[in-house]
């Protein structure tokens, strides 16, 4: 079992950064698919970023530009980079993993959930 804990959202304004972060434990080693989901009150979930173990990474065309998805292996930690956020925005992020090689932005593909950082974006 892959424990998976989000960190870094909060409340900014409009244009601004943040980055959030997803500690898993156990070491999964490099053998994992992760991606970062986003959910907004009245909204489906939707896959915002994803990275295959190939490093091969896919975004959603809402955030292409603006959101860069990393990690380090060694440090069994995903990174989402968000710049010049906008209202839409807005919504809890969650960070997802599953044993595979290439980045998928559909949640049925994902395992393992965090429980959210909720990301703000004030206009």
């Known amino acids: 079992q892959v424990q998976l804990v989000e960190s870094g959202g909060g409340s900014v304004q409009s244009g601004g950064s943040l980055r959030l972060s997803c500690a898993a434990s156990?070491?999964?080693?490099?053998?994992?698919?992760w991606a970062w989901f986003r959910q907004a009150p009245t909204k489906e979930r939707e896959g915002v970023a994803s990275?295959?173990?190939?490093?091969?990474?896919i975004y959603a065309d809402s955030v292409k530009g603006r959101f860069t998805i990393s990690q380090d292996n060694a440090k069994n930690t995903l990174y989402l980079q968000m710049n010049n956020l906008k209202p839409e925005d807005t919504a809890m992020y969650y960070c997802?993993?599953?044993?595979?090689?290439?980045?998928?932005?559909?949640?049925?593909?994902?395992?393992?959930w965090g429980q959210g950082t909720q990301v703000t974006v004030a206009s």
């Open positions: 990275i295959g173990n190939n490093g091969a990474t």
């Open positions: 997802a993993a599953r044993f595979g090689w290439w980045p998928r932005l559909e949640a049925d593909d994902y395992s393992y």
């Open positions: 156990p070491y999964t080693g490099s053998n994992y698919r």
